[in-house]
């Protein structure tokens, strides 16, 4: 009886030992390599056709050659030294997923290091015309410039623009020109939209013409002056001549009336 128990004991542990292996074979389709790994071409771990157990770990995968379970850098990459032919047979053999995420983390780290590589770009922090014209007369033309700050501004283009161009205008460079009397207003704006602006006041042309016409009525009424002063003069004389000889006749008739009384 002892015996019969003994030969089922051993039939059981014979039974158990099959199945552990069967099941073992259906999850790793073979023997693990020097590298900690083996391949798995039916894919059953979901992994691709090749993952690691290094240490009896789980299966896993080694993003970049570098094992997860590794307990520092060191060792992980003396392991990659060590083998240089399994770990660049182990990133040939990963899944398309850990394929295509380090293909996006290489991009953004180029796209990283050219966008370091790019000038820093300085911007206008203020703008302010040089010039303070408070009028001009029309017809008369004058250069404005402006200052942009800082002086190591990438871009240091201005644009002017008048506000009425029919009382001035102003050209790409800055200059005036007074077209008729008026106010406007002149703008300088930086490459990034700083302005400054400055108002001017366009006065009429003074003519040459209603000068001299104020000069010639000037003289015509010193003339007029002139001749009504030697008139003056003139009268006078007479009214003193008239005088005397008034004053002479009737001197002369007293003395010709105390002579009769004689």
Not at 11 to 30: D, K, P, Q
Not at 150 to 160: I, L
Request: aromatic share 4%.
């Amino acid at each position: 009886m002892r015996k019969n128990k003994g030969k089922i004991v051993f039939i059981l542990l014979t039974i158990l030992s099959v199945l552990s292996i069967g099941i073992n074979s259906y999850a790793h389709s073979g023997r693990t390599d020097a590298s900690g790994g083996h391949k798995d071409n039916q894919n059953k771990s979901g992994l691709g056709s090749y993952h690691y157990h290094c240490g009896g770990h789980p299966a896993h995968l080694h993003p970049n050659g570098v094992c997860p379970y590794s307990s520092s850098a060191s060792s992980s990459s003396s392991k990659s030294s060590t083998s240089p032919s399994s770990s660049s047979s182990s990133k040939s053999s990963t899944s398309s997923s850990a394929s295509s995420s380090s293909s996006k983390s290489t991009t953004s780290s180029s796209s990283s290091s050219s966008s370091n590589n790019k000038p820093s770009t300085v911007e206008v922090t203020e703008i302010k015309i040089d010039e303070d014209v408070g009028s001009m007369e029309e017809g008369k033309s004058k250069f404005l410039t402006a200052t942009v700050t800082p002086g190591n501004a990438s871009d240091k283009s201005v644009t002017w623009k008048s506000s009425d161009e029919s009382i001035a205008t102003v050209s790409s460079t800055g200059m005036i020109k007074a077209i008729k009397p008026g106010k406007v207003t002149i703008t300088a704006t930086s490459s990034n939209g700083k302005t400054n602006s400055i108002e001017i006041e366009v006065k009429e042309k003074q003519s040459t013409e209603n000068n001299t016409i104020n000069v010639v009525k000037t003289s015509d009424n010193t003339n007029s002056n002139a001749s009504n002063n030697e008139e003056s003069s003139n009268l006078l004389g007479g009214i003193v001549v008239l005088g005397l000889l008034g004053g002479g006749s009737y001197l002369g008739y007293k003395k010709y009336k105390e002579y009769k009384k004689t």
